[in-house]
């Protein structure tokens, strides 16, 4: 397994403002996920996160609300924008491991954002 | 589009008894993974088990078994001798294969809640 962490693990936000999530894991990785997890739902993809390379987005996720850093093979950060109240999610972070023929992925502890 | 059902939103089970998860999938692929993640009050998504499709034999790992269906296209968790510490949200989870070389995703169900009674 993986240990992955992410700060911060909760905050409350203005709309308008932006608030930047660190995803941070202990050993290097190719691809980094980015999801949002709705009060009650499930998870839904954001981003697929590759070290070198621009982030893929899913439909209905722009890069303008969501822009995403991956600077080296460890760590991710995802920013998101010019918040509103529809915002208010847990954003949780996730990476499969190298080496692991499965890509089973391992998940941070979510950041929880609330937005008045 | 393959897609992931849980079509139980809320499970209860008293304590050490057996409880069974259901999950059913749709996909046109031949080769895939599947994966049952527990979510506890904390948030943290832990892993509880994985499938490979390729493989006829039921993953087990301690207490909890899947009866893994490839022709129906059904993957339950079954969890033995509940524990309290057993209660959480379940998400089943397919993995297909996305846009590009190398990318993964996880398409997850909409969840079970499991309740524990003491």
């Known amino acids: 397994s993986a240990v992955i962490s992410q700060k911060p693990s909760r905050d409350i936000c203005q709309r308008g403002t932006s608030l930047t999530i660190q995803c941070q894991v202990d050993s290097q990785v190719t691809m980094m996920f980015w999801y949002r997890q709705q009060p009650g739902q499930s998870l839904t993809l954001i981003a697929t996160?590759?070290?070198?390379?621009?982030?893929?987005?899913e439909s209905g996720f722009v890069i303008d609300k969501f822009p995403i850093s991956r600077p080296n093979l460890t760590f991710s950060t995802l920013t998101v924008s010019n918040m509103s109240p529809e915002d208010s999610s847990i954003y949780l972070c996730s990476a499969p491991i190298m080496g692991d023929i499965t890509d089973t992925q391992y998940f941070g502890p979510g950041t929880r954002l609330t937005v008045l | 589009a393959q897609t992931v059902t849980q079509s139980q939103p809320e499970m209860s089970v008293q304590e050490a008894e057996t409880v069974t998860l259901s999950c059913t999938y749709d996909t046109s692929e031949s080769d895939y993974y599947l994966f049952w993640y527990k979510q506890p009050p904390s948030r943290q998504m832990i892993l509880v088990i994985r499938?490979?499709?390729?493989?006829?034999q039921n993953a087990t790992e301690n207490r909890f078994s899947v009866n893994f269906q490839k022709a129906a296209k059904s993957f339950s968790l079954k969890i033995s001798d509940s524990q309290l510490g057993d209660a959480a949200m379940y998400f089943c989870?397919?993995?297909?294969f996305g846009v590009g070389s190398g990318t993964y995703k996880y398409i997850f169900g909409t969840g079970t809640r499991l309740k524990v009674l003491a």
């Open positions: 996160a590759n070290q070198g390379s621009e982030a893929t987005y």
């Open positions: 499938q490979e499709a390729y493989k006829q």
């Open positions: 989870a397919y993995r297909g």
